[in-house]
């Protein structure tokens, strides 16, 4: 994807809980998926198959312009789950107002677009630059009172936007990471690290202990290798007594050697 700071690699897409960073969902990005229809989108695919277990639950999704489509939107809205996301200005359903790359709205202003289900926001951010968001969350706006005017999509956008980008931070800055070409290796790894970033979160939530990651990592790593040493240390290998004779054998190196004369 763009703007990304790794380069190659696979990729995993992922799903996580705004507040606490919590991983909730993810699967390996395998290229063609037997299960997508053919007039499925990858990306409606990627976020109804992460969201499948919270559907129906009265959630919210906030996704970045890869992902947000009007269809989606409806498709999560079917399923009590709206949808938050800034979208491509080359959606075919989108007005031609949000194609434009030349309008005649102000700086800071504010156009908004409603349908049955769905609200588009068009917000003029810089001179030549229009931020596009689409809400199924959003009926009424609501337009701050400070110099930006900011629109209350906008600021909600901006408040939840960034659950999956601090997961991936978190991963690379404490990681178990090894050198290895081997990508079955590399994947375990990263499940690892994961894995240990929701242990942490569940740690500090159910004992209201407020540990650094870094002690728990050093903590968690003491646990797992303590009991492993304490079922080496358990486990007795009987000794097997090695029977000697004095009998003469002969040398196996040469047979003309003197030893066997």
Known sequence: MPNKPDKFGIKFWLASDVRSKYLVNGFPYLGKDETRGLNIPLSEFVVTKLAEPYLGCGRNITTDNFFTSISLAKKLLANKTTLV????????????????????????????????????????????????????K???????????????????YNSTKYGVDILDQMAQKYSVKAGSRRWPLQVFYNILDLAAINAWILYKETTHVNISRKYFIFQLAEELRSKYREDVENTSIPLTKIHTTDARKNCQVQESCNRNR
């Open 85 to 136: 996301g800034t979208i491509r200005a080359n959606r075919k359903e989108l007005p031609e107002i949000a194609k434009a790359k030349k309008d005649k709205m102000t700086r800071f202003s504010t156009k908004l677009y409603k349908s049955e289900n769905c609200t588009l926001t068009i917000y003029k951010s810089k001179p030549n630059k229009k931020v596009l968001l689409l809400s199924s």
């Open 138 to 156: 959003h009926k009424n706006m609501i337009i701050e009172k400070n110099t930006k005017l900011l629109p209350e999509t906008v600021t909600f």
